[in-house]
């Protein structure tokens, strides 16, 4: 399809502005002025109305196929909490409206709304304090990890490197090390959890924190964990909880009681906003109340008459990591979400997310392997081994499922299941759906063992076929 | 059950399929001890759609969003065309996932790459990423990618740099051997000399900022090449309305164009979900931070989109990475391209004069109350600041009283401001309300 600047013709416009009604014209100097033109296009708003919409046509999305990608918790995004968002009162609010003198009063409903929706997070959590600051999941974490360090800082402990395990998600060791730690891999057990003997291993004075996923990436929920939280608290270590995976735990468990120092939410996973095809996300931060003194400024909080205020003392706390309180369009819509569910409701969730994830694992365990199979909660992890033996790789299968209309799962993640394709059908997807999946990946296994050379021909439906990926590395065309 | 299809008979029959018997859902958490169970989950019960969204539009009308604005600061009150709103509320963009799988995600790969050339375009730079959060940490990725071009760590730092994403980038870099120098600014242009006196070739970047957060403009290209002969990098933050009229990144030499994206179609919120954008020399490509998209084929020879340069990134390098960031602003980033699609070349141009024209109006205006004094040292875009006979704080609560946000008192932020206030004016404001602005500041002052 032509780009959008190969549709651009002299003289045409998409935004009709109102006639100038000052009687001054700003002239610059020359030097300050630019020379070249900005050569966006000229395009009338029916042609960008068109060419967005076609473009729309190539996308898979939650609303129009089953995406099971697993750890990212591709939910149904409820159409009621993106009107809530819509609401004109909050989209017009300037963020800086608070710090004029009584502003916090203009803003009263918005700071409610935070402050609300951080006390829900922490019984959810069971943590002591939240700050909505963080923009994403991996802003939460290195915001998450930030913390960690000024709470050693303040202790005078020089302790300099955090463990993660193995099956963690790439942004674990990426947020520690550009918070300025060393990051130790913990490698996992026949059962698919961090090896409690090589973490006791690993573990001494020199160990800032644990960043663990539970239940982790496999979808399993370590048993060991409390032993876990309470070595690491003795030796003077923190624990990080990412909550990525928080879908599968909704009433049954939470990281407060673990022992967990920190977690990190997920709200476009759990709490149902849409990714946007990467984005934006929101990724609040939880701690217990040691930590409290070191979350980032401005803080929200309520005034004994009821009202809602901002405290901008920097004293402890590790300082501005948002320019303002976060992705509040993103609060608003998690918000609401929390609200319609209510306690029964976000219970039903983690049960029937872990209800349709076991249903799969069953019946797609009669085609492929999977070897960290018990006891799985929200997702987990096919081995394409079978089927790569015969030349069928994850990355076939995901073309194949691509064809029958189906996003394929994460594939080659976890990093230590060979040929991985990590499934999470969460609970939004009907009986018929998951039955569906289950035909269409028997008979993608069946066309593996029969005929796997015509894998390397898919996907046939979509409007390319499989992308040349070293020729856009080597090429470099990124911009037109 | 809200949002769950699941019937209790499909539950039962699905428990029974996988061989428990017993029909409890609990049998499938039986891998949790007891003694990790919930201590508590006490939350309200669940409330209907209707019933909700009445409770959030009360608390929405405590919010004061009526009123006119000359509030500024980095974050705009301009114009959103509707075509936006609709374009961004087709699911098949924002139920998407990160295009992992490029076949199934040509839509999102086009437009990022075409976002990618329009940022290019608006910069005058070479390569842009797929996006960051917001301007703030835009401007910390741009400080920690120069270190790592260079090798060097020491960073000098405009003070006329927006000071919340000066004490962001402060924040970030805590735990890091890191030496920052901020060189005053009085209410004017980058000071030059104050520059050059700590630049020295252990500079790995300059950070500056156009037009500054007084509103003042300025050519920063003799910075750019004293800087250079150093082989220090320069990093820009810049606003991208202002860019149609006023001097790129591109062409004053910039190595490290960043920003926030808010202005482009975005609204203002409460402070996000914005659009954290940068743009780079292209040599410097590789040490980028975040997605990028680019073209190739596939077998047939047919133009397609991908996810490039991956090996730069955390799902891959993991601890090595050269940033962190995974989920960015993909539906923001959307927005912007639509945004600058919809007003394309001619509407830039237009849409910045404006913004000039009604900001001199506007200083026309104030001048003439006794005691106002327009700083008029240095040319500014659209915002600029005031002196005030009185404390502003007080004036700009009087003015609030008449639905009037007057402006940004700057003793916030600078000590030595205290009687100062910046004003920002966009296209949006009509010559009416800054005649009623200008009215109800000599009011104010002295009635």
């Known amino acids: ?62 609303d129009s196929n089953f995406y099971p990608l697993g750890s990212c918790t591709m939910k149904y995004n409820p159409k009621f909490t993106e009107k809530i968002a819509q609401i004109e009162d909050f989209t017009a609010l300037h963020p800086l409206s608070p710090q004029l003198v009584r502003g916090s009063m203009l803003t009263q409903g918005a700071l409610e709304i935070i402050s609300n929706l951080e006390g829900a997070l922490c019984e959810i959590t069971g943590m002591d304090a939240f700050t909505t600051q963080p923009m994403a999941g991996a802003h939460g974490e290195l915001a998450g990890v930030m913390l960690i360090a000024a709470y050693h800082k303040q202790k005078g402990n020089n302790k300099k ?39 006791k291993h690993a573990l001494n004075d020199d160990v800032a924190g644990v960043m663990l996923t539970c239940p982790n990436t496999l979808g399993i929920f370590n048993p060991h964990i409390k032993e876990i939280t309470d070595l690491t608290h003795s030796s003077g270590g923190l624990m990080y909880y990412d909550g990525a995976n928080l879908n599968a735990i909704l009433g049954k468990v939470r990281p407060g009681d673990l022992g967990f120092d920190v977690v990190h939410i997920n709200l476009h996973k759990t709490f149902a906003t849409p990714h946007g095809g990467g984005g934006p996300g929101a990724g609040p931060v939880g701690v217990k109340k040691e930590l409290i003194p070191f979350l980032p400024v401005p803080r929200v909080i309520k005034r004994n008459d009821g009202t809602f205020a901002l405290d901008f003392e920097e004293e402890l706390s590790i300082g501005y ?43 797609l365990s009669k085609y492929y392997d999977v070897p960290y199979g018990e006891n799985c909660l929200h997702e987990f992890v096919l081995s394409g081994e079978k089927q790569a033996k015969k030349g069928v790789h994850a990355i076939d299968i995901a073309k194949a499922l691509i064809d029958k209309g189906i996003h394929p799962p994460t594939v080659y993640f976890p990093l230590i299941v060979k040929e991985a394709m990590m499934i999470e059908p969460t609970e939004t997807e009907s009986k018929e759906t998951l039955d569906e999946f289950i035909s269409v990946m028997a008979e993608i296994s069946r066309l593996a063992e029969e005929t796997p050379e015509i894998f390397k021909t898919f ?10 990926e070293v020729k856009a590395a080597r090429d470099m065309n990124i911009s037109g | 059950m809200n949002y769950i299809p699941q019937s209790d008979a499909d539950r039962k029959e699905m428990l029974k399929a996988i061989g428990i018997s017993s029909g409890d859902i609990n049998e499938l958490f039986k891998g949790i001890p007891e003694s990790l169970k919930a201590s508590s989950f006490d939350l309200p019960a669940g409330k209907s759609e209707f019933e909700v969204e009445k409770y959030i539009k009360q608390l929405a009308k405590k919010n004061a969003s009526e009123l006119i604005t000359f509030v500024g600061g980095g974050f705009y009150d301009h114009y959103i065309p509707a075509a936006i709103d609709s374009i961004v509320s087709r699911s098949e963009f924002y139920t998407a996932y990160t295009p992992y799988q490029p076949e199934a995600s040509q839509g999102t790969l086009q437009a990022i790459y075409e976002y990618q050339s329009a940022i290019c375009r608006l910069t005058g730079m070479e390569a842009s990423n797929a996006s960051l959060y917001d301007g703030g940490t835009a401007l910390y990725e741009a400080a920690m990618m120069a270190i790592r071009v260079t090798g060097r760590n020491k960073i000098i730092m405009d003070g006329g740099v927006n000071p919340i994403y000066r004490k962001m980038l402060y924040s970030y870099t805590t735990n890091l051997s890191i030496e920052f120098i901020e060189t005053p600014v009085t209410h004017g242009q980058s000071n ?13 970047a300059v950070i500056l900022q156009n037009p500054n957060f007084f509103g003042a403009i300025d050519d920063h290209t003799d910075i750019v090449d004293v800087c250079h002969k150093f082989g220090a990098l320069v990093v820009e933050s810049v606003y991208p309305i202002s860019l149609g009229v006023l001097k790129s990144p591109g062409e004053m030499g910039i190595d490290i164009a960043t920003g926030e994206g808010q202005s482009l179609g ?34 047939e020879l047919r133009r397609g989109f991908v996810l490039t340069l991956q090996t730069r990134e955390q799902h891959i390098r993991r601890e090595k990475a050269t940033s962190n960031i995974c989920s960015n602003e993909a539906l923001c980033a959307l927005r912007a391209l639509i945004y600058m699609c919809l007003i394309g070349k001619d509407g830039l141009k237009k849409v910045a004069q404006l913004c000039m024209d009604k900001c001199e109006y506007a200083k026309q205006k104030l001048e003439t109350i006794k005691g106002v004094e327009v700083k ?35 003793g916030r932020y600078y000590k030595e401001m205290d009687c100062y206030m910046l004003v920002a004016v966009t296209e949006k404001r009509t010559k009416q309300e800054i005649a009623l602005f200008a009215e109800a500041l000599e009011d104010a002052l002295w009635n």
């Open chain 2, 192 to 204: 030059r000399g104050e520059i050059e006196k700590y630049l020295d070739d252990k500079t790995a």
């Open chain 2, 266 to 299: 975005i609204p203002l919120s409460f402070g996000g979900p914005y659009l954290g954008f940068m743009a780079v020399k292209k040599k410097f490509v590789r040490k980028m931070p975040g997605r990028i998209v680019g073209i190739t084929h596939d077998d």
């Open chain 1, 161 to 199: 490197c955090i463990l993660i395990p193995d099956s963690g998600h790439g942004t674990n060791p990426a947020s520690a090390a550009i918070a300025g730690y060393i990051v130790k891999s913990i490698p996992s057990d026949a059962k698919g959890v961090m090896d409690l003997n090589k973490f």
């Open chain 1, 459 to 468: 996907p046939k439906t979509t409007p390319v076929g499989r992308l040349d």
């Open chain 2, 376 to 410: 008029r040292s240095s040319p500014t875009f659209n915002e600029f600041i005031i002196r005030l006979p009185k404390n502003p704080n007080e004036i700009i609560g009087k003015l609030i009283e008449k639905k009037i946000a007057a402006g940004f008192p700057l």
């Open chain 1, 321 to 363: 990591i948002s320019p303002f309180y976060g992705n509040f369009g993103v609060m608003l819509k998690a918000y609401a979400y929390i609200l319609v569910l209510g306690k029964q409701g976000l219970i039903d969730v983690s049960e029937n997310a872990v209800l349709n994830a076991n249903y799969l694992k069953y019946y």
């Open chain 1, 1 to 62: 399809m032509e780009l959008i600047f190969e549709k651009s013709r002299p003289g045409r416009i998409g935004v009709v502005f109102p006639e100038k009604d000052v009687p001054v014209t700003c002239v610059l100097e020359t030097k300050y002025k630019r020379n070249a033109t900005a050569e966006l296009p000229s395009v009338s708003e029916p042609e960008v109305v068109r060419h967005f919409t076609k473009l729309s046509k190539m996308n898979f999305g939650v």
